[in-house]
């Protein structure tokens, strides 16, 4: 069994891209094996449990992630997990990864697969909303698929949005209000909201919007005005009615889970597709287990690892 500390050096997220684009098609042809994710919540945050089996990339095994928005306050990260391998043919372990910074890119790169189906075919401006390491990865995941214009952020705190914007020197970046950052072809949302941020009148005709932050119950940053007017797809069906950026408007009535419009897995497959270009876009994204498989096996191809004898 191998054990890595640092699995994402040396990863470009091209490769990222590549790996995970790979894994949403299983999904959609329905070659995989993955039960929701299970929650365990404390006072101040929680852990989940997400395992998975990708036959075709013969690799099984489970990540261990948190999620406590308060540790930035104590110089910790919000996200971190560990994940940990085994093999299909024996289960024996195989290995263990520090999987925070690969969580943070294989996030990333399912808004940029996500974009790269349901945004418009050219160069793009955008808007983002939080300026954490998760706007960041989605940034950078996007610009291998999208050339990218103008990138205009917002957070809560101004000083974080400009420090994010400083370290995209090659692009026209800055900080600015939260409604300015909504006009933009592409819209990331990227934070732990339970109340609507961004509203539906700011949404122009055309946009696609990856809506990441929405990753437990009651966690919502949409409008359900905007919900209502677009096509919506998300990562996973089960997973995004019980935690997803539909959980809240679907537990109050206010949005049928039959206007799902599909999984990102069938776009990929070619089985759904964008409609009109005036279409609003919605990709609600809760993160996969089987994201975390092919991220951690691309890893391993090339991490520095120590061996840990096992049995």
């Not at 996030?107 to 075919?121: E, F, I, R, W």
Request: overall charge negative; glycine content about 8%; charged content about 25%.
């Amino acid at each position: 069994m191998r054990y890595c500390a640092r699995p994402e050096k040396g990863l470009s997220y091209h490769q990222v891209n590549t790996a995970i684009e790979a894994a949403f098609r299983e999904h959609g042809e329905g070659r995989v094996q993955m039960p929701p994710k299970v929650y365990i919540t404390f006072p101040k945050g929680d852990f989940r449990t997400m395992p998975a089996y990708l036959p075709a990339q013969e690799i099984a095994g489970v990540k261990i992630v948190n999620v406590h928005p308060e540790n930035r306050e104590h110089g910790l990260p919000t996200v971190m997990a560990m994940t940990i391998l085994i093999d299909p043919e024996s289960g024996v372990p195989r290995a263990v990864l520090n999987a925070t910074s690969l969580t943070d890119m294989r996030t990333g790169a399912a808004g940029a697969v996500a974009a790269k189906y349901l945004s418009p075919d050219r160069e793009v401006t955008v808007g983002v909303i939080g300026s954490g390491r998760q706007a960041e990865a989605q940034v950078m995941a996007l610009a291998d698929v999208r050339p990218i214009s103008r990138l205009r952020i917002w957070s809560r705190d101004g000083k974080n949005a400009g420090a994010m914007a400083s370290r995209f020197p090659d692009l026209d970046a800055g900080a600015t209000g939260l409604e300015q950052a909504c006009d933009a072809d592409v819209v990331i949302t990227t934070t732990p909201s339970r109340a609507p941020l961004v509203e539906n009148d700011w949404i122009r005709d055309g946009t696609h919007i990856n809506a990441i932050g929405a990753d437990a119950p009651g966690k919502q940053e949409l409008d359900p005005r905007i919900l209502l007017r677009a096509r919506v797809f998300v990562d996973d069906l089960a997973q995004a009615v019980h935690s997803g950026e539909v959980n809240v408007p679907i537990s109050r009535g206010i949005f049928p889970p039959d206007q799902i419009a599909g999984t990102l897995g069938e776009v990929v497959t070619g089985k759904k597709r964008r409609g009109r270009p005036d279409e609003v876009t919605v990709f609600d994204s809760t993160g996969l287990a089987i994201q975390d498989l092919a991220i951690a096996r691309l890893a391993l191809e090339g991490a520095e690892w120590i061996d840990l004898p096992f049995p």
